[in-house]
């Protein structure tokens, strides 16, 4: 009996060890990988969204639209009952890191922290020498209403032929 109490302990131990050992690795990597922190925040949105909105986010191009309805809804309580800074900027970097995702399985891209045009704390989305700013889309889109949609903005930066024909890569250094 004595052995048996002593395996159930060991094997308890090691399981309790392993977990905490993946979880601090887990957010070592959060803390150190922006990227990867921004899918994880990405990931939770679309969780968040099944449970909390009962609608179904696939990483498709055609879910930017459901998220701009969801911005939208968020935009119609803030002129309700304003919605406090602090609640806009969380549901803007959720629903921008998952915006920003759809971007990154369009046109390859990888998320920064800060911006070296835009300053710190920022969170760009870099493609080459363009920057997007999903999450200051999100914020704007809560904040200031239609007027900024985000479609638009995700068309602009996902489409190379609609990019081209504004004239926003003709900036790029030959």
Known sequence: MWRILQAVAIAG??????????????????????????????????????AEQKISLDYSVASVDEVERVLGEHHNRHLQRPIEEQEIVVLSR??????GEVMKRVRPGQWRRDSEKAGAGTMPLIFGDIEAFPCSWAYKRIADGPEDNIVFKFQVFSDEQLRESIGLDRAKPR
Request: no cysteine; charged share 25%.
């Open 13 to 50: 131990s090691t399981f309790f060890l392993g977990t905490a050992a993946l979880a601090y690795r887990a957010k070592k990597r959060l803390r150190s990988d922006f990227n990867y922190a921004m899918q994880v925040l990405a990931a939770g949105t679309v969780k968040r969204a099944r």
């Open 94 to 99: 959720r629903w921008g890191a998952y915006i």
